[in-house]
């Protein structure tokens, strides 16, 4: 069932576009009523481990603030924390659509504001590190990014330590700008992590959105992206690695609202240790004024051990036979024999054989992020994974 209405406050050139109503993209509301607590029953929520979220989706007081933050930024970028008040949150059209970024939203006192001026070019990326220190009390974040038009730059967020985390992220790509925008999860183990990130892309303009999860017990993101006009472009990669008893969790919904636009997805996850257990959820949504659009997900898994699991579901919705092109693809598979066993034949050890398979696995992905700064430290991240439970097995 569909019902036009106007597009949210701050939509560039007013596009009509329509609202879809669907159990996969529940209408958004910042009112805690409308969100009740899940059961656990819910589209949203069949999937996630409810008892290991600490109560961020029931009642846990959000007023912890167990965790600092640290800023290496270019000349030229500005990074400051605003309160409410007289913060811009809400420009990039964030709506929580779960009860979790309700509370998150409602909870915040400040927003922490990244801003890249009209123009901007910068190679350095800005780094924002947030060092969590305890998990006793769950805390509430507000993080904007905005790039003004025709800006080029990239801002990294990096996690670690030990948190109960709930965040809301608001991404304003505007007019012919270019960002990059990465989050890198490299949690403690006990670290529980539920953000919900929302990107407007404006005409012309170009959003590569990534998302790397190694670390935390249980890590959960909500990422949606919309245009504002026609032209825009959002590339969504991803990689993770889920360890015993880990659950990692990313859902997608690219939702083309305005004609001429395009969109990109891949994540690629391995998985390793009993009870490790990984979701994918891509939605992508072409709606009836979406013409001449072209769009593709993939998710790629690779299980490492037994008793892993992972869910991949990709979903795509179209409203108009007017485009470019649209697919998606999903697969979860062990290790290639067929490349273990040549690898075996010309004289390289079995752990060597397997951890060339999976650096290979995910060697084009970490190219594709491109952060320089970023490449090293991935592929040593991968290499440190592996030794957790493939180095035992052997």
Same mark, same amino acid.
């Given at each position: ?32 009523? &409308? ?153 403690? &183990? ?205």
């Amino acid at each position: 069932m569909t019902a036009t209405v106007s597009t949210a406050v701050g939509l560039s050139n007013a596009l009509e576009v329509e609202r879809v109503e669907s159990h996969l993209h529940p209408d958004g509301s910042f009112d805690l009523a &409308d969100h009740p607590v899940p059961t656990g029953m819910e589209e949203i929520w069949r999937f996630t481990p409810l008892k290991r979220l600490r109560g961020l989706h029931s009642d846990a007081s959000l007023e912890g603030e167990e965790y600092k933050v640290e800023v290496d930024l270019p000349d030229g970028i500005a990074a400051t924390s605003v309160p409410v008040a007289q913060s811009a949150r809400g420009i990039a059209g964030l709506v929580p659509s779960d009860r979790v970024s309700a509370r998150a939203w409602a909870a915040a006192k400040s927003v922490f504001e990244i801003t890249i001026p009209e123009d901007y070019a910068g190679d350095r990326a800005a780094t924002v590190r947030l060092i969590g220190t305890g998990t006793e009390l769950a805390s509430a974040g507000q993080l904007l990014v905005r790039a003004g038009r025709h800006s080029r730059s990239t801002v990294v967020v990096e996690y670690s330590g030990s948190a109960t985390w709930a965040e809301n992220v608001e991404i304003l790509v505007e007019d012919g700008a270019d960002l990059t925008f990465v989050t890198v999860q490299d949690w403690a &183990d006990d670290a529980v992590h539920h953000a919900t990130h929302h990107a407007r892309v404006g005409r012309d303009a170009n959003l590569k959105h990534v998302s790397v999860s190694f670390g935390g017990d249980v890590v959960r993101h909500d990422a949606t992206a919309e245009y504002s006009g026609p032209g825009g472009s959002v590339e969504m990669l991803g990689m993770y690695f889920a360890d015993e008893g880990q659950h990692i969790e990313h859902r997608l919904f690219v939702d083309h609202t305005a004609p001429k636009t395009k969109s990109n997805v891949v994540y690629k996850g391995a998985l390793q240790g009993h009870g490790a257990h990984t979701v994918w959820i891509g939605n992508v949504l072409i709606r009836k004024i979406a013409e001449g659009i072209e769009t593709y997900e993939e998710n790629r898994n690779l299980v490492l051990t037994d008793g892993c699991r992972a869910d991949s579901v990709p979903n795509l919705e179209i409203e108009t036979g007017e485009i470019e092109g649209a697919g998606h693809a999903s697969a979860t598979g062990r290790f290639d024999d067929e490349q273990l066993f040549y690898l075996r034949s010309r004289g390289i050890e079995e752990f060597e054989a397997r951890r060339l398979v999976v650096h290979g696995f995910f060697h084009d992905l970490i190219r594709r992020i491109g952060v320089e700064s970023l490449e090293s430290k991935l592929a040593e991240t991968v290499e440190a994974e592996l030794s957790k439970n493939v180095l035992k097995a052997l």
